[in-house]
């Protein structure tokens, strides 16, 4: 991992590693593990312990609370020059995974031992921000979730997370409803009315925006 090209992308994706004297960056470089997975796998599952602290480079991962019923809801997803929540929370709290982090891509991510983890933050209050500034941010995500879920009809919900995905949404009914934390059989019937209204044109796992006013009017609470 320690190469001139690992270096220059770790620094550009997490700017917070520029401010570090260059012995901690080099203990990074030399300690941290570089892991890939493809698209669809599981990269931490709920009850596993934490085994280090990932910084993602390439692709997209979801994380997701499943219930007994296998319905699931997703917390967040992380984009490359993020860090996971979770995982931070276990390590500092010493406390397994209590949600499952999935490949929504195939991703590259780079994943510092938990000692390592612990001296810096220990060592450099700039990580420390860095690591806290991440629990704020995730922590207003997760209460813009709670609201959505207890307050926002699902039609609007709908019609949001359409909306977030751009004019062609290339998804299927069950990856909209596990977002939604719903069933594919409501979301089904929600999008089939949206047609009806031509608000969307279904396709085969992609859906078509042909009036984003509409949609928009609907989404507002």
Known sequence: MNTPESKARL??????FQQLPAAAVEEILRSATLRQAPAGAVLFEAASPCTGFPMLLEGSVRVVKSAPNGRE????RITPGESCLLSSSCLLGGSPYAATGLAETAVTLLALPPALFHRLLAEHKLFRDYVFGLFSERLADLMSLVEAVA?????Q??????????DLVRATHQNLADELGSVREMVSRLLANFQDRGW????????????????RRLAQP
Do not use: M, S, W
């Open 200 to 215: 969307v044109a279904l396709g085969r796992e992609q859906i078509r925006i042909t009036d984003a006013a509409a949609l």
């Open 157 to 166: 919900r709908l019609a949001a997370l359409l909306l977030g995905k751009g």
């Open 73 to 76: 809801v997703q917390l967040y």
């Open 11 to 16: 620094l550009q994706l997490f700017p917070v």
């Open 151 to 155: 307050f926002h009809k699902l039609d």
